[in-house]
């Protein structure tokens, strides 16, 4: 069976509980922890500080992290096809009216186009 793995921020919020003087006996069985990791938790806060519970909490950021820039990545990937196809569509709309200058006027009113008015 393998370990479970604890984010950096439920251990703090842990240790804060224990500090805030809930027995650790009990925050095992709330936690559903082993209360020797929960003791081990409690001295790393004490010697390390901000730096205790680098591991799985690490970790977890990174993922955190890596799927926020997938999913910008995926958001721009459509951004970018979208407006590949603008693109496209301003182009041919562009070359269409190149076409149309060239051939005769279709004014359905017969009146003269501002280009036969002079």
């Known amino acids: 069976m393998s370990r479970r793995k604890f984010s950096k921020e439920f251990k703090l919020a842990a240790?804060?509980?224990i500090q805030?003087?809930?027995?650790v006996p009990y925050l095992a069985r709330v936690l559903e922890v082993n209360p020797?990791?929960?003791y081990r938790w409690h001295r790393e806060?004490?010697?390390?500080?901000?730096?205790?519970f680098v591991g799985a909490g690490q970790r977890q950021v990174e993922q955190d992290r890596a799927a926020e820039l997938e999913?910008?990545?995926g958001q721009q990937a459509l951004e970018i096809d979208f407006l590949r196809r603008a693109l496209q569509h301003a182009e041919e709309q562009r070359r269409l009216r190149a076409a149309s200058i060239g051939a005769p006027s279709t004014n359905i009113s017969g009146g003269k186009s501002k280009r036969e008015r002079g």
Do not use: C, F, M
């Open 36 to 38: 020797s990791d929960l």
């Open 45 to 52: 806060s004490q010697q390390l500080g901000e730096g205790a």
């Open 20 to 23: 805030a003087g809930e027995p």
């Open 71 to 73: 999913r910008k990545i």
């Open 15 to 17: 240790v804060r509980r």
